[in-house]
């Protein structure tokens, strides 16, 4: 357990997110979620925090889950692929719903560089250090303005939208966190790319990448994925760079290729549901006719498109 909250299990994480609902503490596990009104009913349900459920005791959760009928119809997450629980313990914890969701690639810190990282990117990671510097700001609240300006640039020309967009706000608070880290790769004085990291135990989580379109050209993040690698080597034990993007995106994107090219290894994360209050559930599929969809749950289908 951890005895100072970080990272996503810190409640400033939770509070970032009230945009999209009402942040909850549970009691038993530590774990931070958001409490939704249903859309066009009375009743509310429970969303995990973007992107990961994280607890202190995940023993704790199914306990803290199942007193929760009277609030909520379900709860739904992506439990943190690097919390220590067991296949057991988010099977206890829902029984409805358990799927692979995607593969994460990480980095175990305690390898030599050039067993990480993969001949092909450490020669592009090279060539792009000549072009462009990397800097790990001591605080990186300070670089808000310019972080927020690469990434409202980076948010419109992918089309994020929804909890995945975060606002300012939303990344001051972020920034602010005990473990928030930032990269910035810079062309002389201009930013043209930026990470923001979030660090939990052992376990740096690569959380956001914002880049304006000279990055590209610049090949900036090869110069940012190595700059990370050496930063974070005896501070942490391994670095989690996430999945592709999308649900069950294939391995064989081109986002999931350069990402193997950094990693040692995968960990799967699950995208895991419970039913909490089964006649509340019923009751709103049944009005909605939304009994079809493998969405869960279903009457929230196509929300974050």
């Given at each position: 357990m951890s005895r100072d909250p970080t990272g996503y299990l810190h409640p400033a994480y939770a509070q970032s997110l009230t945009e999209f609902g009402l942040p909850v503490k549970?009691?038993?596990?530590?774990a931070w979620y958001l409490k939704r009104k249903i859309p066009g009913f009375d009743e509310y349900d429970g969303m995990g925090c973007y992107p990961f459920l994280v607890c202190d005791d995940w023993s704790a959760l199914a306990a803290d889950l199942q007193e929760l009928e009277v609030d909520l119809v379900s709860f739904a997450a992506v439990p943190d692929p690097?919390?220590?629980h067991t296949l057991s313990d988010l099977e206890t914890a829902f029984p409805d719903v358990l799927t692979l969701f995607k593969k994460h690639h990480f980095a175990d810190l305690a390898m030599p560089i050039e067993t990480i990282v993969t001949a092909n990117h450490l020669k592009r990671a090279a060539k792009a250090r000549q072009r462009v510097s990397v800097e790990f700001p001591a605080r990186p609240i300070d670089h808000l303005d310019e972080w927020f300006d690469l990434?409202?640039?980076f948010r419109e020309r992918?089309?994020?939208?929804?909890i995945r967009g975060f606002s300012r706000d939303s990344l001051r608070r972020q920034l602010e966190i005990p473990g928030a880290s930032?990269?910035?790769?810079?062309?002389?004085?201009e930013a043209v790319s930026a990470h923001i990291q979030l660090v939990h135990n052992d376990t740096v989580y690569a959380h956001l990448a914002a880049s304006n379109h000279k990055a590209r050209a610049l090949s900036a993040d090869y110069a940012l994925y190595l700059e990370e690698l050496l930063f974070f080597s005896g501070r942490a034990r391994r670095i989690n760079w996430g999945g592709s993007a999308g649900v069950?995106?294939?391995a064989e994107s081109d986002l999931g290729i350069f990402k193997r090219g950094w990693a040692t290894a995968t960990r799967p994360a699950y995208f895991a549901g419970r039913i909490i209050n089964r006649q509340k559930f019923d009751r709103i599929v049944n009005a909605l006719n939304c009994g079809g969809h493998s969405y869960f749950p279903p009457y929230r289908h196509g929300e974050f498109d």
């Open positions: 549970l009691p038993r596990s530590g690097f919390g220590d990434f409202a640039e992918l089309g994020i939208r929804g930032m990269s910035v790769a810079r062309r002389g004085k069950a995106a294939d």
